[in-house]
């Protein structure tokens, strides 16, 4: 396996544990030996757990002694939090060179790591600074894959994904007797999309309409703790019998007023992503309000081919 293919599993690994972490980070690593071979893959499992590094290096086992270079899709921390600093750990281990896949995106400690690690000898490098394309494009996907956390953490709100679908007519509604009219291919897109989220925010006409169960298939998911589903619904028609349903499914349901301010709360709660899975009432009204950051839209062309685009927000 060569070193950039190492560096891909380490950020494989990051991502299999998207929507599992917050409120921290989705993080992964790898551990080389001088020759380049790989002998650790770890990623952080949640928050109180080990570090990505950490579960690298202890990945290693009895190889240890040989690991020269880490990779790690995030900058070390180089504080005491709810774990040992990781600079400590890399240094403890012996390791020569770390490669970061992105900076730590909050502003008080952003580059520390980084710094302290260069100070003890270590030889650092930034893959977004690199002159090599594959590990800027590298350096890019790492900061892709921290964009909610990153969102959190300058605006204390979550990052807000919607997910509309459209058939061949242009319409949201599926037809009589129908929740969906996506291809199986598409579901397992949608549950993954669900699978990443900390929060499913939906509307009470969706619920009223088809009941959803709001569940994560097709993958085993990750998540330790409930998923939060918030339903807009302000004159109170979901009834109790669709909330208890909900809490059977592991999910901690929430009726909102007001989404502006649910989001405010749901970003104190800790919360990065959030996955609006409504009908055109709600969606309409959150595009209206520049209530998102990220837009999938998946029109169906023919019972066969459908086209997925992806929007951002700057
Ligand atoms: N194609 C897709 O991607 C997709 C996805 C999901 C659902 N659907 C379909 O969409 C249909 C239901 O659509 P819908 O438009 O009736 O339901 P919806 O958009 O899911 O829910 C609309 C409800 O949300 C509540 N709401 C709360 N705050 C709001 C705000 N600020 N702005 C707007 N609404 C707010 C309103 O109820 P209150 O007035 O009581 O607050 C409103 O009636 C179903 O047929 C379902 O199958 C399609």
């Given at each position: 396996m060569s070193l950039h293919e190492g560096r891909l599993r380490a950020l494989a690994a990051a991502r299999e544990r998207l929507g599992a972490t917050a409120p921290n980070p989705a993080v992964g690593a790898a551990v080389f030996s001088v020759e380049g071979e790989v002998l650790g893959i770890g990623a952080h499992l949640g928050a109180g757990r080990p570090h990505a590094e950490v579960e690298a290096l202890r990945t290693c086992g009895e190889a240890l002694g040989r690991a020269h270079a880490v990779f790690v899709t995030l900058e070390p921390c180089n504080h005491q939090g709810r774990t040992p600093p990781c600079t400590a750990a890399l240094?403890?281990?012996?390791?020569?060179?770390?490669?970061?896949?992105?900076?730590?995106?909050?502003?008080?400690?952003?580059?520390?790591g980084a710094d302290a690690l260069r100070q003890a000898g270590v030889q650092v490098r930034l893959m977004a600074e690199s002159?090599?394309?594959?590990?800027?494009?590298?350096?890019?996907?790492?900061?892709?894959?921290?964009?909610?956390?990153?969102?959190?953490?300058?605006?204390?709100?979550?990052?807000?994904?919607?997910?509309?679908v459209f058939d061949a007519a242009g319409r949201m509604e599926p037809p009589p007797g129908r929740k969906t009219f996506s291809s199986h291919r598409l579901l397992e897109y949608a549950h993954r999309l669900r699978r990443e989220s900390d929060v499913l925010l939906t509307g009470s006409g969706t619920v009223?309409?088809?009941?959803?169960?709001?569940?994560?298939?097709?993958?085993?998911?990750?998540?330790?703790?409930?998923?939060?589903?918030s339903i807009c619904d302000r004159r109170g028609r979901v009834d109790d019998a669709y909330l208890a349903g909900a809490m059977g499914r592991g999910l901690l349901p929430r009726i909102v007023a007001d989404i502006e301010a649910e989001l405010d709360l749901l970003g104190a709660e800790g919360a990065h992503q959030v996955l609006v899975e409504a009908g055109p009432t709600l969606t309409g009204r959150m595009l209206d309000r520049g209530l998102w950051n990220r837009l999938v839209t998946i029109r169906q062309i023919s019972p066969e081919e459908e086209q997925v685009t992806v929007e951002r927000r700057p």
């Open positions: 240094l403890q281990a012996g390791v020569r060179a770390v490669w970061i896949g992105a900076l730590d995106p909050n502003p008080h400690v952003r580059g520390g002159a090599s394309p594959d590990e800027r494009r590298l350096g890019h996907h790492c900061e892709d894959l921290i964009a909610p956390y990153t969102h959190w953490l300058r605006t204390g709100r979550p990052y807000v994904t919607i997910k509309r009223l309409a088809d009941r959803p169960e709001f569940t994560v298939r097709y993958d085993l998911d990750t998540r330790t703790s409930p998923r939060r589903l």
